[in-house]
């Protein structure tokens, strides 16, 4: 939720998130985040970051640490421009 509220009050065309969570072997939390939409390289890092902020990000782990891994993103792709 906070992915895509940030990205819709800055204009931005994220068309889906999905995040999986699951624990690895030393009891970290692993979070795959996918991001598909018409983004920018620096839109798609902000975007992971407020992900590592989420409110409900905090209130699941407490001290447990987080490895968040972007599984699949959507890069932005580009018309070639008529000669």
């Known amino acids: ?12 065309r994220l068309d889906h998130v ?6 690895g072997p030393r009891g970290e939390i692993v ?25 409900v990000q905090r209130l ?5 640490p987080v490895v968040t891994v972007p599984t699949v993103v959507t890069p932005r792709t580009r018309t070639p421009l008529p000669n």
Request: proline letters at 4%; hydrophobic letters at 45%; aromatic letters at 6%.
């Open 1 to 12: 939720m906070a992915v895509r509220a940030y990205a819709g009050r800055h204009g931005w």
């Open 18 to 23: 999905v995040v999986d969570l699951r624990f």
């Open 31 to 55: 979070k795959n985040i996918r991001i598909t939409g018409d983004l920018e390289p620096d839109q798609i890092q902000r975007l992971l970051a407020v992900a590592g902020r989420c409110p």
């Open 60 to 64: 699941i782990t407490g001290d447990v």
